[in-house]
């Protein structure tokens, strides 16, 4: 189910500008947002997407791989490297689940519950990065999380 415009499209020559496309957009403003959390994160000894996967597990601790991989929308290939760096750096274990070994179980240890303290300083720097107050980048946040539902919900149409 294809929805059409609400209103009359610019013609082609207009909408195939580069800096009229969303999703070029969304994919600098990624990558500026990425580059911009690096020195944040170096000093807690974290790439991004480890700091994703803690941020979920300073949620919910005990949670299976699984559903950390929905969560973050991440599959099992790029999930299993990111969980074996942050137990080699000490920060989570995995265990089999006693009551259904195919699920395997995500515990931070001491120290990685620890490091949520320290992480603490992110946020705040991001606030201040954006040059937006606290409102404008919760709408923000809210818009973006309804544009990924409605094109993840039109991908799934299409795909059938």
Known sequence: ????????LPPASEMLKLDHQLCFALYSASLAMTKMYKPLLDPLNLTYPQYIAMLVLWERDGITVSELGQRLQLDSGTLTPLLKRLEGNGLVTRQRDSVDERRVL???TSTGRALKSRAAKVPPEVVCAANCTID????????LKSLRDEIQN???????
């Open 1 to 8: 189910m294809v929805k059409t415009a609400s209103q009359p």
């Open 106 to 108: 995500l515990h931070l």
């Open 136 to 143: 404008e980048l919760a709408s923000l946040t809210r818009r």
């Open 154 to 160: 039109y991908s799934d149409a299409v795909a059938g």
